[in-house]
């Protein structure tokens, strides 16, 4: 998937990324989280890589734009593809 793409897309469960900023990658393993004390939807939590989940102080949220590099794209498949495209449709609400 072209890096434009993401744009629109969020990224597929297992995708691994570097945030801005930070030297530890992280893999996706939730996509539109909200984060119950301030009520902030966010597009993605994930865990530390290669370790995993470890406890919730070691899971992040956080937003397509927060991220610098996408280092594996996670698997897609056609139920991804028709999550995304129901994802986009709420979105557009």
């Not at 995993?52 to 927060?66: A, C, K, R, V």
């Amino acid at each position: 998937m072209e890096e434009r793409e993401h744009a629109k897309l969020l990224l597929p469960l297992g995708s691994i990324v570097l945030l801005k900023g930070a030297q530890k990658k992280l893999m996706i393993y939730g996509r539109k989280q909200i984060q119950m004390e301030s009520n902030t939807l966010y597009d993605y939590l994930g865990v530390v890589y290669p370790e995993g989940y470890i406890d919730p102080n070691y899971t992040f949220l956080f937003n397509h734009e927060d991220i610098d590099k996408i280092e594996f794209t996670g698997f897609s498949n056609d139920e991804e593809k028709r999550f995304q495209k129901i994802l986009k449709e709420v979105s557009a609400e």
